[in-house]
């Protein structure tokens, strides 16, 4: 019974943080930079309807605890590993028990194997592995319909993964921007140039084509180097 409770307690606490920290958390997902497999795996899963797994999803076990709680930090736009799932449902101490540990991995691994969770791929050799629901939505192999996020959280984290793409697109726009801007100049200072150079080698030098040209010159040639600077 104790033990209950304090799962209880657990649950309460990232059900909660799933709903007052999604903004703070986003401001962490464009320091992270989500790759666009990892984006695409985030926009299925929020937009994913019920999946049939084969496995129950019962309030009070491990496997329903480990999917709230995969949900709690994908809400967030995180994919958790499974010390940061042990660390957020059990606490410090029990994210530290190797062997413990090994139990839930080997949970997970079911769960993966019945369509609940997908593994993410190791980004380094030597990193734990990632988890991720595949859905919020489940019809379990009790044909009990579960769901592990409320279409507000779902909505709000929709909204929240926009923004952070919106920020991470920001940068590379600016510096595709810049790039273009960069050779039009160049290409037009290197342009008046020669035309300087040609009128400099003959016989007359007409005024008519110098000044103009050489006052397109300056003006691209500060302007190229104001664009360089915001680079």
Not at 138 to 157: M, R
Not at 191 to 209: C, E, K, R
Request: proline letters at 3%; glycine letters at 4%.
């Amino acid at each position: 019974m104790k033990q209950l409770k304090l799962r209880s307690k657990y649950r309460s606490l990232f059900i909660f943080k799933s709903t007052e920290t999604i903004e703070k958390e986003a401001n962490g997902v464009s320091q992270r930079k989500l790759t666009p497999s990892e984006v695409q795996l985030l926009r299925k899963s929020l937009s994913a309807d019920y999946k049939i797994g084969n496995i129950r999803l019962r309030e009070g076990e491990y496997q329903y605890d480990l999917a709230k709680a995969i949900a709690s930090f994908q809400l967030e736009l995180h994919f958790p590993d499974v010390r940061d799932i042990a660390k957020r449902l059990y606490g410090e101490e029990k994210a530290g028990d190797i062997q413990f540990i090994r139990k839930i991995q080997t949970i997970l691994k079911k769960m993966e194997k019945s369509g609940i969770i997908e593994i993410l791929p190791k980004k380094r050799p030597w990193d734990l592995q990632r988890y991720a629901l595949s859905s919020f939505k489940f019809q379990d192999a009790d044909k009990n319909l579960v769901l592990f996020a409320s279409e507000q959280e779902i909505k709000q984290s929709v909204s929240v993964l926009q923004s952070a793409l919106n920020e991470q697109k920001t940068p590379a726009a600016r510096m595709l921007t810049g790039r273009v801007k960069t050779a039009i100049l160049s290409l037009i200072v290197l342009m008046s140039y020669g035309a300087i150079l040609w009128d400099l080698m003959q016989p007359v030098v007409s005024p008519v084509i110098f000044i103009p040209v050489f006052s397109v010159a300056v003006a691209c040639s500060l302007l190229l180097g104001k664009v360089l600077s915001e680079m």
